[in-house]
């Protein structure tokens, strides 16, 4: 069983940066395809990105595409996003999320592993 947690949320002025962290368990990390999907107050679980076992492979929700991006330290069995040029917008629960082989990357649905999430307040 994989085990993932969220770290580096934090508060953040409109503009600004943060580097969140999926550090994970195990000895085939990569393996797995891991997402960062989101939820706001009141709102559904949002896709934001994933990145493939071998991280050659990245997907991006058209919301974020050229202000983050995902990345991934096999070695460190570490996931990365790194968020610049924040909006109020992306103020959420971030959660990342994997699968060895998931049944599409854009549904919470397709993840069988999940971490705790990390809040990212974004002001104005």
């Known amino acids: 069983q994989v085990q993932l947690a969220e770290s580096g949320g934090g508060l953040v002025q409109a503009g600004g940066s943060l580097r969140l962290s999926c550090a994970a368990s195990?000895?085939?990390?990569?393996?797995?395809?891991v997402a960062w999907f989101r939820q706001a107050p009141g709102k559904e679980r949002e896709f934001v990105t994933a990145i493939s076992g071998s991280g050659l492979s990245t997907y991006y929700a058209d919301s974020v595409k050229g202000r983050f991006t995902i990345s991934r330290d096999n070695a460190e069995n570490t996931v990365y996003l790194q968020m610049n040029n924040l909006k109020p917008e992306d103020t959420a629960v971030y959660y990342c999320?994997?699968?060895?082989?998931?049944?599409?990357?854009?549904?919470?649905?397709?993840?069988?592993?999940w971490g705790q999430g990390t809040q990212v307040t974004v002001s104005s």
């Open positions: 195990g000895r085939t990390f990569g393996s797995y395809v």
């Open positions: 999320a994997a699968d060895h082989n998931p049944p599409g990357n854009t549904r919470p649905w397709a993840y069988d592993y």
